[in-house]
T-cell receptor, first 116, second 111 residues
Framework: GAGVSQSPSNKVTEKGKDVELRCDPI?????LYWYRQSLGQGLEFLIY????????KSGLPSDRFSAERTGGSVSTLTIQRTQQEDSAVYLC??????????????FGAGTRLSVL | SQQGEEDPQALSIQEGENATMNCSYK?????LQWYRQNSGRGLVHLIL?????REKHSGRLRVTLDTSKKSSSLLITASRAADTASYFC???????????FGRGTSLIVHP
């Protein structure tokens, strides 16, 4: 079956514009994560969705960032009024939650966002 | 802040040599995972080791975990040019479903 799909693969935008990044998780995966990866850095956790539970938004860096997950499947990460420091690769991952703590993540190829 | 940190940041070896990468973390964990990332791609899961395990093998990969030292190592034996990638460890604190990642080790294997 298909893996995690992210679109667009690349996005160039002007400072101050809003952008939407999309993630299609693996079918049947209940958990969905968004991470941000800046050049030479590790993955910075942004937000986590699990089933119908309220999302864990503790990693969102500012109120310009928001995300939703419709119907427990597709997720959209929205960045409003983009800034140059938002430039990064945004990675989405999904997983099946097995017993506590055992959650292997499957990643998409990411969206490379460049804010000019 | 990162829960796990990999060491070294960069590693350059010749094909056929072994590559060892280390990961240190700060808090108690349920398990530790290693992922690989090829340039411009997402991360791919390699191996998971539980907190009650000390060593695990998968093909040419060998992972050890020392919970008393809060550290893990990933050994790639008989490396190949195709092993060139960045390698990340990921840990989840007890009860958490959110793995956190280090900055990774960039491995270059020269043919």
């Amino acid at each position: 079956g298909a893996g995690v799909s992210q679109s667009p693969s690349n996005k160039v935008t002007e400072k101050g514009k809003d952008v939407e990044l999309r993630c299609d998780p693996i079918s049947g995966h209940t958990a969905l994560y968004w991470y941000r990866q800046s050049l030479g850095q590790g993955l910075e956790f942004l937000i986590y969705f699990q089933g119908n539970s309220a999302p864990d938004k503790s990693g969102l860096p500012s109120d310009r960032f928001s995300a939703e997950r419709t119907g427990g499947s597709v997720s959209t990460l929205t960045i409003q009024r983009t800034q140059q420091e938002d430039s990064a690769v945004y990675l989405c991952a999904s997983s099946l939650l097995l017993e506590t703590g055992r959650h292997i993540q499957y990643f998409g190829a990411g969206t490379r966002l460049s804010v000019l | 802040s990162q829960q796990g940190e990999e060491d070294p940041q960069a590693l350059s070896i010749q094909e056929g040599e072994n590559a060892t990468m280390n990961c240190s973390y700060k808090t108690s964990i349920n398990n530790l995972q290693w992922y690989r990332q090829n340039s411009g791609r997402g991360l791919v899961h390699l191996i998971l080791i539980r907190s009650n395990e000390r060593e695990k093998h998968s093909g040419r990969l060998r992972v050890t975990l020392d919970t008393s030292k809060k550290s893990s190592s990933l050994l790639i034996t008989a490396s190949r040019a195709a092993d060139t990638a960045s390698y990340f460890c990921a840990t989840a604190k007890g009860g958490s479903y959110i793995p956190t990642f280090g900055r990774g080790t960039s491995l270059i294997v020269h043919p």
